[in-house]
């Protein structure tokens, strides 16, 4: 992988506030996983950031399935992912993740690793979703829970009020769900952890 044009792309995205995964957020994902994987879903595609760096976590044959749903973005991201090498591991699916998911369950699709940073609204949708896809030894991790620090500390302000409750119902959600455990890790933004019992 072009390592500098990586630098360069999460350089230019700190400076435009176009988000993407945090530095310790990444490095907690990289060293979750003892051995390659195969397959990995991304909900968020963003700018090819996240997926460009979770093809260090792929075997060999190993692909990512990343959904995106702005145009805009979509062209950024088949271009930094092609320019750092990485398209060929990389499959972007264009459109709504509510409306794309159900495809990916009615083609049998299971993933290794899902990751989900989209819509912060929708997390339980794509969570449920998620479940359908997920290996029996996969894991489930979705980004941005703790919403700037709002979800844990009684926010209750008009502007996030909506974003903020629903985060809160999510994880009320997964550590309550039986056969399954969450947890969820104070880095970066805030992440949950989900997997099979």
Known sequence: MNIEYLNKIKLEARNEYIPIVL?????YILNLFD?????ILEIGTC????SACFTQLLTENGKIDTMEIEDIRVQQANENLSILGVKDKINIIQGDAIDMLPTLI??????DFIF??????KYLEFFNYSLQLLKDSGIIIADNVLYKGMVMNGYN??????AVTKLRNYIDYITHLKGYKSEIIDIG?????????
């Open 23 to 27: 530095d310790d957020t990444l490095e």
């Open 35 to 39: 051995k390659k994987i195969d397959s």
């Open 47 to 50: 700018i090819g950031y996240s």
């Open 106 to 111: 009615n083609a049998n699709k299971k993933y």
């Open 116 to 121: 989900i940073d989209a819509a912060k609204g």
């Open 157 to 162: 302000g008009h502007k996030h009020r909506t």
């Open 189 to 197: 933004d805030g992440i949950s952890v989900t997997k099979r019992m």
